[in-house]
């Protein structure tokens, strides 16, 4: 479950700048936090604790591999400490960097053999990989030793949920809630396991609540406007700028809200021989922040786009014709992606814009997809996501082929031969059998995607409907259409 890192010790006095970035970090500023981190490094630039809140804090701020490189030079700094340790671990599970994570988790067990968070992360990871038995043994003689730990029960509940243990699961998430004084972050990631199991007990009032006490921990965020992405990328500007001359056919990109189905998608093509999967990859959003809008030039352009098949490359093999990249926001960068990789293809998540903003509502996004906290809100990002999508197909050459969750559930092959075809992949028949491949799963689905496609998740919104009106206010307004169900 999502954690901050351990906050560093205060063994000896701090100056007054790193006192100021410590401050910054607990009270959630985070780019303050970052900047008076960085100051007092020029003064003592193997400061553990300052290196461990860079790298905290740049985690949070969406840029996982910058913030392992400072949590490595805070681990080389101070080799003992299992603070740092547990967040270079959470941060090579968010780059999918699987190997590394588990002998860094051994090494926390190694030095702090009952740490809670460190058994609860080692839970995790299992569960991730499908050995819910084994997650249960991690968890079962700590939980005999200390029955009151939030985070171990927590890391309990999380793992009932995947079993569909709803009683037992709920009882644990109580406890936790009953401890009182607990962190903000673990009280948040509590009310949230708990909605997720009061609606698997078909408790759904219950469970509206429980997600709404979570979602208000957190003031509302704000939307990604269509504007500022559709203003920049215009037809002209296109036109302007030459693509690379290589049109690599390697990548292949899946966009969408979050909640639309694109982990699913993934799994299913990641299953096919010829495919291998990047995950939801930081390099591409990471290319688009590096240049302002008065570098995108020809030259510029393809350098980046080469920088990007490099990347995709590192998991690659021989027999590797298409490379996934999941990370559904790269909708935002169509645009960067058709000039530097002109070979590439999109598919485009689609689902029933009701079950995609309350599942949005029903994640603990922490940080990101700060929306996500207010259903009018929820609804106002998928109609700018929208706006921006019909953008692209009215100005990109680039090949984006829409796929709709519903019917990928409902009559999963020919969906599957299509989207295989579009790949300009031959049809395997392990892509009907994706949740047989064994393979790790990081995102907020990873238990479902471990069973065969199901159709439950279809209209969803109907067990909430006299919760949702907000929501359906928004969508009349922006005159989306909704479907028949």
Request: aromatic share 4%; charged share 25%.
């Amino acid at each position: 479950m999502p954690r901050r890192p351990a906050q560093p010790s205060r063994r000896s006095p701090p100056d007054p700048t790193k006192a100021r970035a410590l401050r910054a970090y607990e009270s959630g500023d985070l780019r303050s936090a970052l900047a008076l981190a960085t100051q007092a490094l020029r003064s003592r630039p193997r400061d553990a604790e300052l290196l461990h809140l860079q790298g905290g804090a740049l985690a949070k701020l969406g840029d996982p591999s910058a913030a392992l490189s400072k949590l490595l030079l805070a681990d080389k700094a101070s080799p003992m400490d299992p603070g740092i340790l547990l967040s270079v671990a959470q941060t090579q599970r968010t780059l999918q960097r699987f190997d590394d994570m588990n002998t860094t988790i051994e090494r926390v067990l190694y030095l702090a053999p009952r740490l809670p968070q460190a058994l609860s992360l080692k839970a995790q990871s299992l569960r991730e990989q499908g050995r819910t038995d084994e997650a249960m043994r991690v968890l079962a003689p700590a939980l005999e030793r200390d029955a009151r730990d939030p985070i171990l029960l927590m890391a309990h509940a999380e793992l009932c949920a995947a079993t569909k243990d709803a009683d037992a699961g709920i009882e644990s998430c109580e406890r936790a809630l009953a401890l009182g004084e607990l962190r903000p972050s673990v009280r948040r990631f509590a009310l949230f396991t708990l909605g997720r199991l009061l609606d698997q007990a078909e408790r759904y009032d219950d469970a509206f609540e429980a997600y709404r006490k979570g979602n208000a921990m957190l003031e509302p965020g704000r939307v990604t406007r269509a504007a500022p992405v559709t203003e920049l990328w215009t037809a002209e500007l296109l036109s302007s700028i030459a693509p690379a001359p290589v049109a690599d056919e390697t990548p292949l990109l899946i966009v969408g809200m979050p909640r639309s189905g694109t982990t699913l998608i993934e799994q299913i093509l990641a299953s096919h021989p010829r495919v291998e999967t990047a995950g939801e990859s930081h390099t591409l959003p990471d290319l688009a922040r590096a240049i302002t809008p008065d570098q995108l030039n020809s030259a510029v352009i393809t350098s980046l786009g080469k920088r990007y098949l490099h990347a995709l490359s590192s998991v690659a093999t021989s027999e590797t014709a298409r490379m996934l990249d999941k990370m559904p926001g790269n909708y935002l960068h169509l645009g960067l992606l058709c000039r530097a990789c002109p070979g590439a293809r999109v598919i485009h998540a689609q689902r029933d814009p009701r079950d995609i903003c309350l599942s949005c509502f029903f994640q603990n996004f922490g940080h990101s997809h700060s929306y996500s906290r207010d259903l009018a809100l929820c609804a106002q990002q998928y109609v700018e996501h929208t706006r921006i999508m019909d953008h692209w197909r009215s100005v990109l050459e680039l090949p984006i082929e829409p796929l709709s969750y519903a019917e990928l559930v409902s009559d999963p092959e020919p969906v599957v031969r299509r989207l295989l075809d579009f790949a300009g992949l031959g049809f395997d028949d392990a892509c009907l059998r994706h949740h047989e491949s064994g393979r790790t799963v990081t995102t907020r689905s990873s238990d479902q995607v471990r069973e065969p496609v199901y159709r439950s998740s279809l209209a969803r919104w109907k067990r909430y409907e006299h919760h949702i009106d907000p929501m359906l206010e928004v969508f009349r307004a922006a005159g989306i259409e909704l479907p028949d169900t």
